[in-house]
């Protein structure tokens, strides 16, 4: 239940402080007063869409807070729990939203940075808002179907259907798009088994185009290659004319005599010794690589004849010779995938005849249910409506087989229309068609009425549902409030004195103007404030006597309706 809620700066509310209580609170006050304000400051702090009109006219931001004891909502207590979000007190839970000038908004859950989003979706599982805009929704199908399956608890069976049904919509989808390109599936296969057959004779191997290309050059090279490496090894180890070899053993020679003398020496005699064995080592290795060095003209021309298989291939699908081996792969993969396309058509079809089959299975089974909850509604709400003051009217609730063209929808074959006979003996028809603006106010509270009261106790917020109705149907729907107040908070914003009568607490919304601002205030009534309360509703411009004895003998009647 909403505890505590703290406004500041928002519209005309500089700053409030609201404790609100258990059963059932009502809010008045004067037309204009601000009483929409405390709607805005909940919605704000619930996660709603944030307007910067709403700052008040010199203030930098507006914010609001609120406190709710959350130990009978288990939904929320899990929630909480699985984002991490859970106070020390798990009994309570505080939401607090801020609004700035310049269009940015902070949201926070016990303390914690969150998003909107997050506040809303928790705002799920806290409160209920019902107001007059319900009244509208309640005339599409949809919200008729969706009234009748909450009030039947078939959640289970809506849920199926609804997975159900897309699944069998990705489905079809699939067998669109392979419908549509089988006219060409064919030409692409035969196309790419062509491809892939020409490339396959190939017989090409991973990076062999890079090791061909390599090859080539040696082979092409190789009597260059041979002469280079006879010159160097002319120049290092020949025996008819002077050569490396010999320059530096006779450099050694030379020296011989003086190594011994001369310390300073040793160094040269190290570098002209390792210089003999380097030079060594150079001949041999020159020598062994010009023994193996391959000198093959046939050779050569099997490898210009493939790399020119290769580039003429390459050439045709306009990609490098290096490219040729993953293409190879590509073009592989492509024929399987539409191979698997081609042949998967027969498959998608049974799955879907498989799925459907199951849909069928299960919403034959929510139509008998949905017909047999449909009884019970419309006893239940034409009872509710004849005690609101429509005597002789009768609720139906028809269940027809849906006239869309494919028979599946995410919610089942059926169509519900609410219906409504306002007199006796005449024939029930659609609410959208017959009924008044004070006729739908009741049928719209009497359904709010008997599927509320299931609910896993949240808040529920009634704003002007009463709109339409009058005097002593007033005090039916206050009592009737009240009743849903035993098992949940109820705070309801009034115009009916009959309605503000059985509030447990009476907070009042007025507006003070200055010279410079108009100002908002919220105040909980004490039992005299709230005689003159009930006598203003009532139609007192000056509350006199009369008027009092008046608001007395209504708040005397009210308590004595719900057993005070």
């Not at 090409?204 to 082979?219: G, M, S, T």
């Not at 429509?390 to 519900?416: H, I, R, W, Y």
Request: charged share 25%; net charge negative.
């Amino acid at each position: 239940m909403l505890q505590h809620l703290t406004i500041r700066n928002l519209a005309i509310v500089q700053e409030a402080e609201l404790d609100f209580k258990k059963g059932m609170t009502v809010i008045t006050g004067e037309t204009g007063a601000g009483k929409s304000i405390l709607l805005d400051a909940l919605n704000l702090v619930l996660g709603h869409r944030a307007d910067i009109d709403l700052i008040q006219p010199g203030q930098e931001k507006a914010e609001v807070t609120a406190l709710f004891d959350v130990s009978h909502l288990p939904g929320a207590v899990l929630w909480l729990t699985d984002l991490e979000l859970n106070s020390e007190e798990t009994e309570s839970c505080i939401l607090r939203r801020t609004i700035y000038q310049n269009g940015r908004s902070r949201a926070y859950i016990n303390g914690i940075p969150t998003t909107t989003q997050q506040l809303r979706l928790l705002g799920e599982y806290l409160v209920q808002m019902h107001g007059q805009h319900k009244h509208q929704v309640l005339l599409q199908p949809r919200e008729q179907l969706r009234i009748l399956d909450t009030y039947g608890k078939h959640t289970q069976e809506v849920d199926a259907l609804k997975t159900l049904y897309y699944k069998i919509e990705k489905l079809l989808h699939r067998k669109q798009k392979i419908t549509a390109t089988d006219g060409s599936a064919d030409y692409q296969i035969e196309l790419l088994q062509y491809q892939i057959e020409e490339i396959d004779n190939l017989q090409l191997l991973p990076n062999e185009v890079q090791r061909l290309y390599q090859e080539h050059d040696q082979l092409a090279h190789a009597d260059h290659t041979l002469q280079a490496c006879q010159t160097a090894l002319d120049s290092l180890d020949n025996e008819e004319c002077g050569n490396a070899l010999q320059l530096v053993h006779q450099a050694k020679q030379s020296l011989n005599n003086l190594f011994d003398k001369y310390e300073a020496l040793k160094n040269v005699k190290e570098c002209l010794e390792n210089a003999c064995i380097q030079l060594n080592e150079t001949v041999s290795e020159l020598s062994h690589f010009m023994d193996n060095l391959e000198i093959n003209p046939e050779k050569l021309s099997d490898i210009t004849q493939r790399l020119d298989r290769i580039h003429d291939i390459a050439r045709k699908h306009k990609i490098e010779p290096e490219q040729l081996y993953a293409y190879h792969e590509t073009l592989k993969t492509k024929l399987a995938t539409l191979i698997e396309q081609n042949q998967s058509i027969d498959e998608v079809d049974a799955q879907i005849d498989i799925l459907t089959k199951e849909y069928l299975k299960i919403a034959k089974q929510l139509r008998q249910k949905r017909k047999q909850t449909a009884k019970k509604l419309e006893d239940e709400i034409t009872k509710h409506i004849q005690t609101l003051a429509m005597q002789g009217a009768e609720f139906k609730v028809l269940c027809e087989a849906t006239a869309e063209a494919n028979g599946l929808s995410p919610s089942g074959l059926d169509e519900v229309t609410f219906c409504i006979s306002a007199n006796i003996g005449h024939p029930p028809k659609p609410i959208h068609k017959v009924a008044s603006g004070g006729e739908l106010s009741r049928i719209s509270l009497a359904l709010e009425l008997t599927t509320l009261k299931d609910l896993p106790s949240p808040t529920l917020i009634f704003d002007e549902v009463d709109v339409g109705i009058g005097g002593k149907t007033g005090a039916i729907v206050g009592q009737c409030l009240h009743t849903l107040s035993h098992n949940q908070q109820v705070i309801c914003i009034t115009h009916l004195p009959q309605v503000a009568a059985f509030g447990d607490q009476h907070l009042y919304v007025s507006k003070m103007k200055t010279k410079q601002q108009t100002q908002t205030t919220v105040h909980e009534l004490t039992e005299d404030e709230r005689v003159d309360e009930i006598a203003r509703m009532l139609g007192g411009i000056d509350i006199g006597a009369e008027a009092r004895a008046q608001a007395k003998h209504l708040l005397k009647q009210e308590k004595q309706a719900v057993g005070v």
